[in-house]
């Protein structure tokens, strides 16, 4: 006999993980609601906003359909497929890379920057819910949900993670886990999840 779904009211009523499992689906739900009804508004589909988003905030090395598909865990045709789409609404170009001429990164064009700004904030109503409870307790709950998706991480569902738990620079001592490359304190609210400095460990 196989085990009993997670989905299952009887299993989730007897039993906390599958609680949780099924809080975090409908969190997820909300996350694909909001990036929809942005999505609808501005003629573009969810994946499109997530990438103009991306290219709004990160260092051109990184602004590649190879990054973007391994942040985003999809793969490089699905990526593809947006930005050409992305093109052809003038929204963004691709330029040979500095640093490697068989790869080019990507750059936003006026009006491409001009609406990334605009469809950036579709979550705003999940961080308003979070930011409605206490400091210490946002901490507490960073560091869970951190500590699940490195998990996840090690099984190998999601692809690798640029956050604390993964970077070389992240250790320990007696007052806790702190940053060598930064030199703060890692203590729950001050941990990254997507960090600049991150450095893979070797």
Same mark, same amino acid.
């Given at each position: 006999?196989?085990?009993?779904?997670?989905?299952?009211?009887?299993?989730?009523?007897?039993? /906390?993980?599958?609680?949780?499992?099924?809080?975090?689906?409908?969190?997820?739900?909300?996350?694909?609601?909001?990036?929809?009804?942005?999505?609808?508004?501005?003629?573009?589909?969810?994946?499109?906003?997530?990438?103009?988003?991306?290219?709004?905030?990160?260092?051109?090395?990184?602004?590649?359909?190879?990054?973007?598909?391994?942040?985003?865990?999809?793969?490089?045709?699905?990526?593809?497929?947006?930005?050409?789409?992305?093109?052809?609404?003038?929204?963004?170009?691709?330029?040979?890379?500095? /640093?490697?001429?068989?790869?080019?990164? %990507?750059?936003? %064009?006026?009006?491409?920057?001009?609406?990334?700004?605009?469809?950036?904030?579709?979550?705003?109503?999940?961080?308003?819910?979070?930011?409605?409870?206490?400091?210490?307790?946002?901490?507490?709950?960073?560091?869970? %949900?951190?500590?699940?998706?490195?998990?996840?991480?090690?099984?190998?569902?999601?692809?690798?993670?640029?956050?604390?738990?993964?970077?070389?620079?992240?250790?320990?001592?007696?007052?806790?886990?702190?940053?060598?490359?930064?030199?703060?304190?890692?203590?729950?609210?001050?941990?990254?999840?997507?960090?600049?400095?991150?450095?893979?460990?070797?």
């Amino acid at each position: 006999m196989g085990k009993v779904s997670t989905f299952s009211p009887a299993q989730q009523a007897e039993n /906390t993980p599958s609680k949780i499992v099924v809080a975090l689906e409908r969190l997820s739900e909300a996350f694909r609601v909001l990036l929809w009804q942005e999505a609808t508004q501005y003629g573009l589909s969810p994946i499109q906003i997530q990438v103009l988003t991306f290219l709004l905030h990160y260092p051109e090395e990184q602004r590649t359909v190879t990054s973007l598909a391994l942040y985003f865990n999809m793969t490089k045709a699905t990526i593809s497929d947006a930005v050409k789409s992305l093109e052809q609404k003038n929204y963004l170009v691709r330029k040979p890379s500095q /640093t490697d001429t068989r790869s080019h990164s %990507l750059h936003l %064009l006026k009006e491409g920057r001009a609406i990334a700004k605009k469809v950036e904030h579709f979550a705003a109503p999940m961080q308003e819910a979070v930011a409605a409870s206490p400091a210490k307790e946002q901490g507490v709950l960073l560091e869970q %949900l951190m500590q699940l998706i490195y998990q996840l991480n090690q099984q190998e569902v999601i692809t690798h993670q640029p956050m604390c738990f993964n970077c070389e620079h992240y250790a320990s001592g007696r007052k806790g886990p702190y940053c060598e490359e930064l030199g703060i304190s890692l203590k729950q609210g001050n941990l990254r999840v997507d960090c600049p400095v991150f450095e893979a460990k070797g």
